[in-house]
């Protein structure tokens, strides 16, 4: 599966395009299959050789960060499961993220 489409690249504000906004904008989903690390991307831009993403993270902690293509692509689930794109996702405001993902997975 190909993480970041030509289109996607192009969809997503560069960094630091929605700082300071307190419900920016989510864009991607990318998601470990059977685990709980899930990266929702708000912000994206090309750097070197490599493409950097800023947005809200979910795995061993809840925060916001910076992760790369190449992370993602290297990262593997249990059972050797690669890192997805949620192919469904629809961009949206951070607090309806949110609101869904605590619906589907319990707890804030």
Known sequence: MELLTEELKKLL????????????MVYVKFFA???????YV???QQEEDDFLFF????GFEREWGYFSLSEL????????????RDL????TRFS???RRHNQTHGGG
């Open 13 to 24: 504000p560069p960094l630091y395009a929605q700082e300071g906004d307190k419900d920016p």
């Open 33 to 39: 299959v059977r685990s709980n690390w899930t990266w």
């Open 42 to 44: 708000t912000e994206g």
């Open 55 to 58: 947005g809200y993270v979910i």
């Open 73 to 84: 692509q290297s990262s593997c689930g249990p059972c050797g499961q690669e890192v997805e």
């Open 88 to 91: 469904y996702f629809q961009p």
């Open 96 to 98: 309806e993220v949110q």
